[in-house]
């Protein structure tokens, strides 16, 4: 009887211990958004866009204005965030793709013991869950993930594959049968394209993870909990249930800000064969129609993410976060994606939501991806790792007008005859102005205050003369050499190509 006595109070003190951590610490919910640009409500709010939930997150959060990517590609972004290590550091610039598994840890040799944020609280008491696209992975090519599942204590679905099963595709007409000429981006599978799913949004994939973490928060947690969730429209192919398409009006969506001759005193990309074949084919309001489609269909998942956060356990001990990997063109500077240095690439949405601190606040300073790492260490109480090259923002999360350390630097590799070395490219972003260094020396510099579309390239200009030697002092001084695809990585893999029903 004594045994059972004892038994019983050690039990109940274990009980108590893990509810009071539970209670101390801080739950993290981590929402990261694919290729959502600036167009939402609470930054630039393009006239057609509908984002009603994320104007909620932004009633509840500090809203970074002037956030960027360290990378504008899936895969080195997601790198960095979830390691806290800029790509001048890793050597991981660009989209490395046929990984079964965490190879960005034999692509650089710095990360190589890196310890992935999830698993760094899950060192320290918590509970790390993920579901949908965190590591780089894509809806069309099944099993191509960088996702690490040591990272996690469990993750939705199989976390090496985590979303190719998800997503239904509607039965495509191919293009010469639709009247549309040869030469359509990514090719004939239409993964360059959009067009209504037939079904309803619970069969759709980012409805299906948010299920998952509905469920995830739905539970008294016993341990403080990290949980992630990935997801992944408005990422390519713009295929969404029908309804969200019906709320906008294929001939009235306004197109971007641009111009003819934008790329007249600014770098040529190398990708304006994508916005010539949408152009000749009148698919520029079409696809700018898809594109808000999918992002209103996303914002309805936040609005079900919240909804079940405030009736949760977790609901009063909750930090929300809640990022995208990179911005995103849809025919300005007649580039469509990502892979640029302008502010169109690189901005990105970013709300951080903390229980004792006061919503709906606004923070202009310059800031990048690569500081969530250390910024929810330090709002969590935990060390932050030394792998860690970025800056905690507590301090701007506590006064938006508190200096920050440094101006965000964007890096990418392009891929060109020019660059046969692979020299990375930089931008460096402060409050009001950008400057970009391209790896064969041109220059660019542009005022976001007057020249938000950064139509006018001011690198010449004399008035500009300091401005522009204040931000090339922050280029990186030694940039880490580009990284390749590691021939023997027991990580390679060979995806399977997804193809779609052809009418």
Not at 165 to 185: E, M
Not at 477 to 489: H, L, M, N, Q, W
Request: include cysteine.
């Amino acid at each position: 009887m004594k045994n059972t006595w004892t038994y019983r109070i050690l039990l109940a003190l274990v009980i108590y211990a893990s509810q009071l951590l539970a209670k101390e610490k801080p739950n993290v919910l981590f929402i990261a958004i694919d290729d959502l640009n600036d167009w939402i409500s609470p930054l630039d709010h393009h006239p057609s866009i509908l984002t009603p939930n994320l104007e909620r997150l932004a009633e509840r959060s500090m809203t970074f204005t002037r956030a960027n990517c360290a990378a504008p590609a899936c895969h080195p972004s997601r790198v960095a965030v979830m390691t806290g290590v800029h790509p001048v550091r890793s050597g991981i610039y660009r989209n490395l793709f046929n990984a079964h598994g965490p190879r960005w840890r034999d692509e650089s040799p710095l990360l190589a013991d890196a310890v992935v944020l999830s698993r760094h609280f899950m060192n320290h008491g918590y509970r790390a869950a993920g579901g949908g696209k965190i590591f780089h992975t894509l809806q069309w090519s099944a099993g191509d993930s960088q996702n690490d599942p040591e990272a996690w204590d469990d993750y939705r679905g199989d976390p090496l594959d985590p979303i190719s099963s998800d997503w239904p595709r509607p039965v495509i007409t191919p293009d010469p049968k639709a009247g549309l000429g040869p030469g359509r981006p990514l090719g004939g599978a239409h993964y360059f394209g959009a067009a209504p799913l037939e079904v309803p949004d619970e069969q759709t994939g980012d409805h299906r993870v948010t299920d998952w973490a509905i469920e995830q928060m739905s539970r008294p947690p016993e341990r403080p909990v990290f949980l992630a969730v990935g997801l992944f429209r408005p990422h390519i192919p713009w295929e969404v249930p029908s309804k969200w398409f019906d709320l906008f009006d294929g001939e009235k969506v306004r197109l971007p800000e641009h111009r003819a001759d934008d790329l007249e005193d600014a770098f040529d990309h190398g990708r304006t064969s994508w916005h010539r074949w949408v152009v000749e084919n009148k698919q520029w309001r079409s696809f700018v129609r898809g594109y808000l489609a999918s992002v209103a269909y996303v914002d309805a998942q936040v609005g079900r993410l919240l909804d079940a956060l405030d009736a949760s356990p977790m609901k009063d001990n909750t930090i929300v976060v809640l990022w995208s990997d990179h911005g995103f063109h849809l025919g300005d500077k007649a580039n469509w994606e990502k892979f640029g240095l302008w502010d169109q690439t690189t901005r990105v949405p970013l709300f951080i939501s903390v229980p004792e601190l006061p919503g709906g606040r606004r923070c202009a300073k310059p800031v990048s991806l690569v500081d969530l790492y250390p910024t929810l260490c330090d709002l969590a109480g935990l060390p932050i790792p030394t792998q860690c090259t970025g800056h905690s923002m507590v301090p701007q999360l506590r006064d938006p007008l508190a200096p920050v350390e440094r101006p965000a630097v964007v890096s990418y590799v392009f891929l060109r005859n020019d660059n046969p070395q692979r020299h990375p490219s930089h931008a460096v972003v402060g409050e009001r102005y950008r400057y970009i260094r391209y790896h064969d020396g041109f220059e660019e510099l542009y005022d976001l205050q007057d020249d938000p579309h950064e139509f006018a390239n001011r690198v010449q200009d004399e008035a500009l003369a300091e401005v522009k030697a204040g931000l090339i002092g922050h280029l990186p001084g030694e940039a880490a050499p580009d990284r390749v695809v590691p021939k023997t990585s027991r990580w390679n893999g060979r995806p399977k190509i997804l193809q779609p029903q052809k009418r």
